[in-house]
């Protein structure tokens, strides 16, 4: 029978234990941002499992930067919604 790759969630769980060095020289105010981007990896498992990549790095990394984007465009439809008040007040 042949081998099996790892599954993208069992990748993303040894590159979590490969970077717990790392984390834990991180000061505390930073473990928690490190925790939440190793959290949005993981919100897209089943889009990079699809890729089957070796090297889980490229899949971790896109996951990471789409959930960026998608914090960052909510952030400015926020900011677009507060702004939008004042600029119908001027034009009254």
Same mark, same amino acid.
């Given at each position: 029978?042949?081998?099996?790759? *790892?599954?993208?969630?069992d990748?993303?769980?040894?590159?979590?234990a490969r970077?717990?060095?790392?984390?834990?020289?991180?000061?505390?105010?930073d473990?928690?941002?490190?925790?939440r981007?190793?959290?949005?990896?993981?919100?897209?498992?089943?889009?990079?499992? !699809?890729v089957?990549?070796?090297?889980?790095?490229? *899949?971790?990394?896109?996951?990471?930067?789409?959930?960026?984007e998608?914090?960052?465009?909510?952030l400015e439809?926020?900011?677009?919604? !507060?702004?939008? *008040?004042?600029?119908?007040? !001027?034009?009254?």
């Amino acid at each position: 029978m042949g081998r099996t790759n *790892p599954t993208f969630r069992d990748q993303l769980r040894a590159f979590e234990a490969r970077w717990q060095p790392y984390r834990r020289t991180l000061r505390r105010r930073d473990q928690p941002h490190f925790d939440r981007l190793i959290d949005q990896a993981a919100a897209h498992a089943d889009a990079a499992g !699809v890729v089957n990549q070796r090297d889980p790095y490229q *899949p971790i990394l896109l996951s990471i930067a789409l959930e960026q984007e998608r914090r960052l465009t909510t952030l400015e439809e926020r900011i677009d919604d !507060v702004d939008q *008040p004042e600029d119908d007040a !001027v034009q009254n």
